[in-house]
């Protein structure tokens, strides 16, 4: 047993000469292993006998805890008990991770197979608000001037004004629902965007179809924000519907489905 007595974790939260420092002064062989130490009575190593006070407090505490322990001739191994059961695997550590790094939100993520992956991970950022928009930026710390929308500076830019509420937003859901037949009704965020989502009338494989257009126009719409801000050029403002219809059909079409009409 190569375990070092002293210094690894290997009996309790902590390695023993932080939980006992008095005693780990006292001691003549503070490199010992946990098999020689053991193989021996415990201050047969310090090199003075144990005075009362905290050394001997610490004494009894160490050694009510040593008499619990059963060590084996085996050598020594790390061994996984995350589960309870002792065996690793990778999706236990995947699980672990996402529960403490992961946001959580009420609302099920959402995918859509026939359109590309940045796009569906565009829209999950959306759905948990975690888009960088101006306002996200400087509640993070982030020294943005101003924080007021880039397209009509007539409202902050945070991510329902952005997509749902900002008059270049509304003109391309409009061309959207005129597009396939629908009824609008005006929503202000993504939560009553995805109200009004969840009552549309169509054929499952349709209004997945569906879905993913409106995935595809958050797309355009943060993609030509962008291109306002960092190209040198100015994008064009009216072509942004043509573009989310292109790329909807070149998508959907490329994934071998061709539902769009």
């Not at 053991?38 to 144990?50: E, I």
């Amino acid at each position: 047993m190569s375990t070092s007595f002293w210094h690894d974790q290997w009996l309790g939260d902590s390695c023993l000469r932080l939980s006992y420092p008095r005693l780990f002064t006292l001691e003549n062989n503070k490199v010992c292993t946990v098999a020689a130490k053991m193989s021996a009575p415990f201050v047969s190593s310090l090199r003075c006998d144990v005075r009362g006070g905290e050394e001997s407090a610490q004494l009894s505490r160490i050694s009510d805890l040593l008499d619990t322990m059963v060590v084996s001739n085996m050598g020594d191994r790390r061994f996984w008990d995350l589960n309870g059961d002792g065996c690793f695997r990778v999706k236990d550590v995947r699980r672990m991770l996402d529960d403490i790094l992961l946001p959580k939100s009420d609302v099920p993520s959402r995918w859509v197979k026939q359109i590309p992956i940045k796009v569906n991970v565009l829209a999950w950022k959306i759905s948990m608000d975690r888009l960088p928009t101006r306002v996200n930026l400087h509640r993070r710390g982030v020294h943005v001037s101003p924080i007021s929308c880039p397209i009509c500076y007539e409202a902050l830019e945070n991510l329902d004004h952005l997509l749902f509420c900002c008059d270049l937003a509304k003109d391309i859901v409009r061309s959207i629902c005129n597009w396939w037949g629908l009824v609008w009704n005006p929503v202000d965020s993504y939560r009553s965007w995805l109200s009004w989502f969840n009552l549309v009338q169509l054929q499952s494989s349709s209004k997945q179809v569906l879905e993913g257009v409106f995935y595809t126009s958050w797309w355009s719409i943060w993609s030509y924000k962008n291109h306002l801000l960092f190209s040198d050029s100015n994008p064009r403002k009216d072509g942004i519907f043509e573009d989310i219809v292109r790329r909807s059909f070149s998508w959907y079409i490329a994934r071998g489905k061709n539902y769009i009409s």
